[in-house]
């Protein structure tokens, strides 16, 4: 089937779903079925998009051949693909594939093609280093992992999602990288909250010194996504502290597979964890500053 006849369906419409599925409603992409676990949100989304609020993950897998799974985490992505559920995504395994976009342990990516695989189904993992802007503009980094022909049989419908498309290797390989990804991106935003956080107790212009930091060697990704949003307080979720620290211990459980410490990363996380248990943790990542800056006494 090619992908210009293909039915799409979403499971999981949150923040990057649902501009994912906006993006290619945007693309003439037949757009036919979409499933979350808040009922609301579904009927909402499926309303602005023309397309059916599905009951179960089950019933989009048999109304679509090609099935965007974008979840929270190992236990959503396992409920959703559950080898006993009535509502599992398995029912309908045959014949469909199912690109599944959320930052999951490598194992999981691995286990759910094994799950697909023996029904007749196809999987290919699409993790995703970029936020909601781009999910909506069709310019995500796309790292792909699972096997190379399903990778290239859909890179068309992947091209209208992302400005970078990268095979990486078999079921897992790309969570292994996107996990690498997020531990570097979560420390670095966690080092600039100390580096800003130090220069206001110093009484610094934190402008002057967020552009000298931009022209020297403390010059980041992170600087220019989330500098100014520290400096003004400004936490507006795009990245949430939840799911930085969810993606740190990522990593951490990996180093520890591996066999290495990594004590920069599992003092972020320790950071993120603590905006977690203060409730905080639906804030955007840069939020990570109130923890460092001396007045930011309300947390």
């Not at 236990?75 to 930052?103: V, Y």
Request: hydrophobic share 40%; charged share 20%; glycine share 8%.
């Amino acid at each position: 089937m090619s992908q210009s006849t293909a039915k799409i369906g979403f499971v999981g419409v949150g923040r990057m779903g649902a501009n994912m599925a906006r993006r290619l409603k945007d693309q003439q992409e037949a757009l036919i079925a979409l499933y979350d676990r808040d009922r609301s949100t579904a009927t909402d989304i499926a309303t602005e998009l023309g397309c059916d609020a599905a009951d179960t993950p089950a019933r989009v897998a048999e109304l679509t051949d090609i099935i965007f799974t974008v979840v929270s985490d190992d236990a959503a992505m396992r409920q959703i693909f559950s080898p006993t559920g009535t509502e599992s995504l398995l029912l309908h395994a045959k014949d469909r594939l199912f690109i599944n976009c959320a930052t999951l342990s490598p194992d999981v990516h691995i286990e759910i093609d094994a799950l697909v695989t023996q029904r007749g189904g196809r999987t290919l993992e699409a993790c995703m280093a970029s936020s909601i802007t781009q999910a909506r503009q069709g310019t995500l980094y796309l790292m792909c992992g699972g096997r190379q022909d399903v990778f290239e049989s859909v890179k068309p419908l992947l091209n209208k999602l992302s400005a970078h498309l990268r095979y990486v290797g078999s079921a897992g390989e790309a969570a292994k990288v996107k996990a690498l990804v997020n531990m570097v991106m979560n420390c670095n935003t966690a080092a600039l909250a100390e580096g800003l956080g130090l220069g206001a107790a110093l009484g610094l212009d934190l402008t002057m010194v967020r552009e000298i930091f931009a022209q020297t060697g403390a010059a980041s990704r992170v600087l220019e996504t989330d500098g100014e949003d520290m400096q003004n307080r400004a936490h507006d979720c795009y990245f949430s502290a939840a799911h930085a620290a969810k993606d740190s211990g990522i990593a951490l459980a990996l180093a520890k597979t591996a066999g290495i410490t990594l004590p920069l990363a599992h003092a972020t996380y320790e950071q993120y964890q603590r905006l977690l248990t203060l409730g905080k943790g639906e804030l955007d990542k840069s939020a990570v500053s109130e923890l460092t800056f001396k007045d930011r006494h309300s947390y």
